[in-house]
Nanobody, 116 residues
Framework: QVQLVESGGGSVQAGGSLRLSCAPS????????MAWYRQAPGKQREMVASITRFGTANIADSVKGRFTISRNTANNMLHLQMNSLKPEDTAVYYC??????????WGQGTQVTVSS
């Protein structure tokens, strides 16, 4: 089992920045890929950015050039640097981790609110 705890959410004005962090615990050696998802009110959860255990990152077009995903291979900490935030980035952001045997784990989510 893997537990994921997000931190770093909050409220910011448009154009501002936030840095989200995700701290895994438990069977962290089983983690292969990690990702950030978000879910806005009334919308489906969508992937924002993902990163493999080899460091290959994939960024959604909607945030490309503004968001950066990074992963500390020593402790599996996952980060999402969010710059030039827009009101449409307002959502609950979730950390996700996938293990080699196909298990998926989710954090409890952290709220990001961007005001215009």
């Amino acid at each position: 089992q893997v537990q994921l705890v997000e931190s770093g959410g909050g409220s910011v004005q448009a154009g501002g920045s936030l840095r989200l962090s995700c701290a895994p615990s438990g069977s962290v050696l089983s983690i292969w890929n990690m990702a950030w998802y978000r879910q806005a009110p009334g919308k489906q959860r969508e992937m924002v950015a993902s990163i493999t255990r080899f460091g290959t990152a994939n960024i959604a077009d909607s945030v490309k050039g503004r968001f950066t995903i990074s992963r500390n291979t020593a402790n599996n900490m996952l980060h999402l640097q969010m710059n030039s935030l827009k009101p449409e980035d307002t959502a609950v952001y979730y950390c996700n981790a996938g293990s080699g045997n196909g298990n998926l784990y989710w954090g409890q989510g952290t709220q990001v609110t961007v005001s215009s």
